[in-house]
């Protein structure tokens, strides 16, 4: 046998041991599971589907039981966001040696963006266009977590949103079921690692279904109605792809779809992710969402609600006490049956011990390693890497950036609400918990006044800062100390957007405009010509037509964690050349929400503002301020036609798809060359575009790189009118480019 087929054959057999291996622990999960099932009395088998708030709160009141002494009576299957390392030793230790079967507690946790060390938000993240980055920080998130008790992250959420005024959007990966698709594989590997029994590696949960980011008017637990088309096309994809990544549990949405609440959605949960993705993991509510359907209206009482959300293929209760108070009732009234709840606590079950915590329930409460590992300070090295990589130029007039000693300023003002600010969780979100609720350490983070004032001493500009307009109230007459060192300036920093606080669950605003006097300040530094830079902190895209229109630089720095001043100061200086992409639309007033670039051509599509008749507005164009995939560099480059290897494929066929982008400037760069389809005459009314693909290249000065993209049938396929992935033979347009409006296009054809 030669080498290489030896190796090849040494290797696959090594990977069929490996293969009969996990077989075997399969089995052998399962038979343990059966043999402790069997142990079981009703009372403690709906005991393990009992999840019980731990020491935080994240949603409505709920009972406040004694939690130890339901514990000690094996009335408690998990614990949710609890904070104290010390406590949950002492639950875990009561689980374990107080209960007749000793079974382990399982601890969950919103882990959204980091846990001790905060990294910039999952949107910001998104807008990296990065996997790799991203898988990194959830294993870096999932590492302190685990070592500090926490076996479960509620993460990643993967709702694709068209609506920035929903609170939520922060926690997703933007306005794109691909890239959201992309997004949600790499986080779930990360959370998980390889091996779910680890000590560093916390499950995951994917989050929420389904249809949640859809929901009307962007009000938080509001009604989702839409067809099944956009359902499978628009919101799954990226569940799917966790599913497929092996997310070990999902998590229901509180939203109704088309009628019917998430929790007790049987199309959703039993037809469609056990069914057809045969996925088979555990499903948990929403705190408290198994009650809800009866506030819905959709449930009579918690014997109904406990039926319906058992019979929709649903296992674990957060929060609330439906399955506590109702699940026996039904049970007696032949709603569910035995069978069916056995079913639950199996899924429940087979979570803990591929945990790993019937082998070891202290495997993530070991004191020596949570010492060891939180808060190291190569995670505060990746938080601010991943924090620059994120940041996303929108405009840069004048190349006024980078601010090196070549710069024509000297004397540069920082102004504005958070220019060092160490309240509301700035530069951060609600969704920080593993810091405390609302009495964190603000000393933590580095605020761009800290990071910028000596940096940019350092490179020989004289700066100052101004704190000024802190609360958001001031008026124009209060802003004449603006006004007074904006005179005495050269160039100003104005830090501007959201409280960290407003950011996340149930913050939902009705405008997205800079609130309160924030515009004043730009205005007011803008005067005598004075060049300003505005940084927008941000957890959604938000509206400022008035800087679009007046100020140079613009730079989205979204809300980027711990390392906010010192990742603004890399990319400001150009230590780090800015190559973030918009993972969603910004648009230029909150009147076009919704606003998304994959939307269907109307019959009378507007292509000039202002012509009657056509699909507009009397008063805005119904362009974006800026489009999906949109950001600037402080390099340049530029994209060759696109070449095809044919210009018609089979079914069975690939397409390439190549073309040249070159880096035109004189600085080494990043850019993410993102493909878009059109099929422009199908069965039914089709996006203008559809991401398909993206490629994130690093060129030097200079340099020319040929990006090629493989296009099949599949990648061409949509849901159509008989509920069958398919795609239509005819016309197709391709188009390349670095965000979805400046593209170049090639059309071909599929047989
Ligand atoms: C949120 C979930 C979260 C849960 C636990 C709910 O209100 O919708 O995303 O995981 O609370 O904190």
Not at 69 to 84: A, C, H, K, W
Not at 291 to 308: C, N
Not at 580 to 598: A, E
Request: glycine share 8%; proline share 4%; with cysteine.
């Amino acid at each position: 046998m030669k080498k290489t087929g030896f190796l090849l054959f040494a290797l696959t057999c090594l990977a069929c041991v490996q293969a009969a291996a996990q077989q075997t622990s399969v089995k052998d999960i399962d038979r343990k599971v059966n043999e402790l099932l069997a142990k079981m009395t009703l009372e403690e088998k709906i005991g393990q589907l009992q999840q019980r708030a731990g020491d935080i709160s994240t949603g409505t009141a709920v009972a406040k039981d004694d939690l130890m002494s339901q514990i000690r009576s094996g009335q408690v299957g998990s614990v949710l966001s609890n904070t104290s390392f010390e406590n949950k030793i002492i639950m875990q230790r009561a689980a374990v040696k107080e209960t007749r079967l000793g079974i382990p507690l399982v601890f969950g946790f919103d882990v959204i963006h980091g846990y001790k060390t905060i990294f910039p938000i999952p949107l910001a993240q998104a807008a990296s266009w990065d996997m790799g980055m991203i898988e990194q920080i959830e294993r870096i998130a999932a590492t302190e977590a685990a070592a500090d008790g926490q076996d479960w992250a509620f993460a990643p959420m993967v709702d694709v949103s068209r609506d920035p005024r929903w609170g939520r959007v922060m926690e997703g990966a933007g306005e794109d079921p691909y890239l959201g698709s992309k997004v949600a594989a790499a986080r779930v590997k990360g959370f998980q690692g390889s091996d779910l029994s680890s000590p560093t590696a916390v499950a995951a949960c994917v989050k929420h279904y389904a249809g949640y980011g859809f929901t009307e008017g962007g009000r938080d637990y509001n009604t989702v109605d839409m067809s099944d088309q956009r359902l499978r096309e628009m919101v799954l994809p990226p569940f799917e792809a966790a599913a497929k990544a092996g997310s070990a549990t999902f998590m229901n949405a509180f939203n109704t779809l088309n009628g019917v609440p998430a929790s007790m959605n049987k199309y959703l949960v039993s037809d469609i992710l056990r069914g057809e993705w045969g996925w088979s993991g555990m499903v948990v509510s929403d705190w408290n969402s198994f009650g809800e359907t009866i506030v819905h209206g959709a449930a009579a009482d918690e014997t109904d609600a406990a039926a319906k959300c058992l019979n929709a293929g649903s296992d674990m209760d957060m929060a609330g006490s439906t399955f506590q108070k109702g699940l026996k009732n039904a049970l007696d009234k032949g709603r569910v049956t035995k069978a069916q709840i056995d079913e639950a606590v199996r899924r429940v079950l087979r979570f803990k011990f591929q945990l790993g915590l019937f082998d070891n329930p202290f495997v993530r409460l070991d004191p020596k390693r949570r010492a060891e590992t939180l808060e190291k300070p190569e995670y505060r090295q990746f938080s601010r890497e991943a924090a620059a990589k994120s940041m996303v130029l929108l405009k840069n007039e004048g190349g006024i950036l980078p601010l090196t000693e070549k710069s024509p300023f000297k004397r540069i003002l920082i102004i504005g609400p958070y220019a060092n600010s160490h309240t509301n969780k700035d530069y951060m979100s609600f969704w920080t918990l593993g810091l405390g609720m609302r009495y964190y350490d603000s000393t933590k983070v580095v605020t761009p006044a800290m990071a910028l004032k000596p940096q940019l001493e350092a490179l020989g500009f004289s700066v100052s800062v101004q704190e000024i307009c802190l609360d958001a109230t001031c008026t124009e007459k209060d802003l004449s100390v603006a006004i007074q060192a904006a005179r005495e300036a050269d160039l100003v920093i104005a830090c501007v957007g959201e409280e960290g606080l407003n950011c996340g669950e149930s913050r939902c605003v009705s405008d997205l405009n800079l609130r309160d006097n924030q515009e004043q300040i730009l205005r007011v530094t803008s005067r005598n010509n004075k060049p300003t830079v505005m940084v927008l902190f941000n957890s959604r895209p938000m509206t400022f037509q008035w800087a679009n229109d007046n100020v140079p630089a613009i730079l989205v720095a979204w809300q980027p964690g711990f390392e906010a001043g010192n990742a603004l100061s890399d990319v400001l200086t150009g230590k780090v050349n800015p190559g973030g992409k918009l993972p969603v639309t910004f648009p230029r007033s909150t009147g076009q929400i919704p606003l998304y670039y994959n939307h269907l051509k109307t019959g009378r599509p507007q292509e000039i503002f202002g012509t009657m008749w056509t699909s507009g507005y009397l008063d805005l164009p119904s362009t974006p301020a800026y489009p999906f995939g949109f950001g600037l560099s402080y390099t340049k480059f530029a994209y060759s036609d696109i070449r095809l290897s044919k210009s018609q494929i089979s079914l069975t066929e690939t397409l390439e798809v190549s073309v040249d982008v070159t880096n035109t400037g004189g600085l080494a760069g990043d850019e993410v060359v993102q493909l878009y389809i059109n099929d422009v005459a199908a069965d039914i009314a089709r996006p203008v575009q559809e991401l398909k693909g993206f490629e994130k290249v690093n060129l030097a000065a200079g340099a020319t790189k040929t990006v090629t993209f493989k296009l099949t049938a599949a990648d061409l396929s949509y849901w159509n009118q008989n509920s069958k992935r398919k795609a239509d033979p005819g016309k197709f347009t391709v188009f390349v480019g670095g965000n979805a409006r400046d593209v170049k296009s090639a059309g071909f054809e599929l047989k």
